[in-house]
């Protein structure tokens, strides 16, 4: 049975394994990666594009930010729109920005700096096992193409989303989890088409929510509040032009442009922690710590900054033979996690038609919105968190 020995075998290249992969190279610290999926699978996973500052700088410090830098567009401002109200938060105040970037665009910049590093991803695992996690030589099994393998290490990541094994290898007598699964999802499509406006808008309507994004000045990225259960056969194209037409104030719905589109999918709504993130000597990071509604763009920025955490308390470790940063990391990240569950569930909230909303809830939102827009003591906090300063 081939075998084979690292200090961190991480599960799973999404955004937290490939990046937490770099960091660790960085800090001269050995890892292999392992990925149930194929390449062109986990490269053309459409998610993701509001990158945070701080993230820009993580990514930056991990050698793979430079066409992000490029290429990326810069937002100084975030457009709200209520009925045919629209309202501009800028961000110039307190000197803060985002980047738009595709997750897909950043998978591959990732990709490319393992391969760079002569140490990519192993895809196409199968049946990943973790073993021995509260001892000092944790393992991991897998198969790969029906061959068993192993993989013996100091320390296991888990950075296999909110599916994979990792988590669900912690028992349950020492695992707590919080959950809020929303009664609505995501209708997402990717189209090449130019943005209905150059910054994000963020469509609260009677008919339900709507967010018009982008990846580039040709290419828009829109999403409609929708059923669970909307059956993607019964969305043409035009219909999904026309639901998001009907929903944004007439300025912008005179600018909806209609083309064929490229990607359509229904994402659920959930916000959901797993505590504690250690166990043994498995960490988890990313989606399989935590879920946050994609409303407040916060789910890659977290799982970024995780492992940035989860990196230094392991090179701390290996170079200094300190683990104090490992002692704390569950604690420290949840702190941070909580926060971001708390404005994500906070803007899905008002943003969102929730079923049985009464006039009485509607209001409420009007005047939360109403807040936010005309206080500078709340414009500020959201900037803040939105931006994630
Ligand atoms: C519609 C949508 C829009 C979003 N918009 C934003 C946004 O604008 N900003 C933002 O910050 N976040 C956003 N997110 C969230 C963001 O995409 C995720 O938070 C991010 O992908 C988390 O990265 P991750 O690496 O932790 O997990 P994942 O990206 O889920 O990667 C986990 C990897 O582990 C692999 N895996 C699973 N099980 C196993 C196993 N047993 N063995 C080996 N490998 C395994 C999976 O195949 C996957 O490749 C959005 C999400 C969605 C769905």
Known sequence: MPSQK?????????????????????????????????????????????????????????????????????????????????????????????????????????????????????????????????????????????????????????????????????????????????????????????????????????????????????????YLQCDLDTDLAKWSDERFWDELASRLPAELAARVVRAPVLEKSVAPLRSFVAEPLRYGRLFLAGDAAHIVPPTGAKGLNLAVRDVDQLAAALAAHYAERRDELLDAYSAAALRRIWRAERFSAWLTSVLHCFPGRTSFDRGMQLAELDHLVSSAAARAAFVETYTGL
């Not at 800090?27 to 594009?49: C, I, N, P, T």
């Open 6 to 222: 690292t200090q961190v075998a991480i599960i799973g290249s999404g955004p937290s394994g490939l990046t937490l992969a770099q960091l660790l190279d960085g800090a001269g610290v050995e890892s292999v990666v392992l990925e149930r999926r194929s390449r062109d699978y986990v490269q053309g996973r459409v998610r993701a594009g509001v990158i945070e500052q701080g993230t820009v700088e993580i990514l930056r410090r991990a050698g793979v930010a430079a066409r992000l830098e490029r290429e990326g567009l810069k937002h100084h401002g975030v457009e709200i729109a209520a009925g045919e109200r629209r309202y501009r938060i800028d961000f110039a105040a307190q000197s803060a920005s985002l980047t738009v970037y595709g997750q897909t665009e950043l998978t591959k910049d990732l990709m490319e700096a393992r391969d760079a590093s002569g140490v990519p991803p192993i895809f196409e695992v199968d049946e990943v096992v973790l073993e021995n996690i509260e001892g000092d030589r944790p393992r991991v099994r897998y198969l790969r193409h029906g061959e068993p393998h192993t993989l013996d290490c100091d320390f296991i990541a888990g950075c296999d989303g909110y599916h994979g094994v990792s988590r669900r290898s912690i028992p349950a007598s020492v695992l707590t989890t919080h959950e809020r699964v929303y009664p609505f999802g995501w209708l997402g499509v990717l189209a090449d088409v130019p943005p209905v406006s150059p910054e994000l808008v963020y469509a609260s309507h009677e008919r339900g929510f709507a967010l018009c994004s982008m990846r580039s000045a040709t290419r828009s990225r829109c």
